[in-house]
């Protein structure tokens, strides 16, 4: 399976204002490209996920820390954390890819 950015975005905004596309599934797995406009209303997921941005800049807030992030960067989030990506490029697009069972894997 083969899938690029410009196809994610070409399905945004979704039907419903959805600013994630999902690309890529397989068992647990799946992978969306994620571009919110303006502010990001995520809210904690219930699997463990991979965020590689693809464009733009800004912050990264996790938890109670904070990380400026830029294309290239990744980001690990386990279940349940809060997150969200503040004060980013309009050009913001990033790929976050979810796995594992409800509540994450353990170590």
Same mark, same amino acid.
């Given at each position: 399976m083969k899938y690029s950015v410009e196809q994610g975005l070409a399905r &945004? %905004?979704? %039907?419903?204002g959805e600013r994630f596309a999902e690309l890529i599934a397989h068992g647990s797995m799946r992978t969306e490209l994620y571009a919110p406009r303006g502010h990001d209303p995520q809210q904690p997921h219930a699997q463990d996920? &991979?965020?590689?941005?693809h464009s733009g800049r800004g912050q990264f807030v996790q938890g109670q820390e904070r990380h400026r992030f830029a294309p290239g960067d990744a980001f690990f989030v386990p279940a349940g954390q809060p997150h969200r990506f503040e004060d980013f490029s309009d050009d913001f697009a990033t790929w976050v890819v979810f796995w594992g069972p409800p509540g994450g894997e353990r170590e």
């Open positions: &945004l %905004p979704g %039907p419903n996920e &991979l965020y590689f941005i």
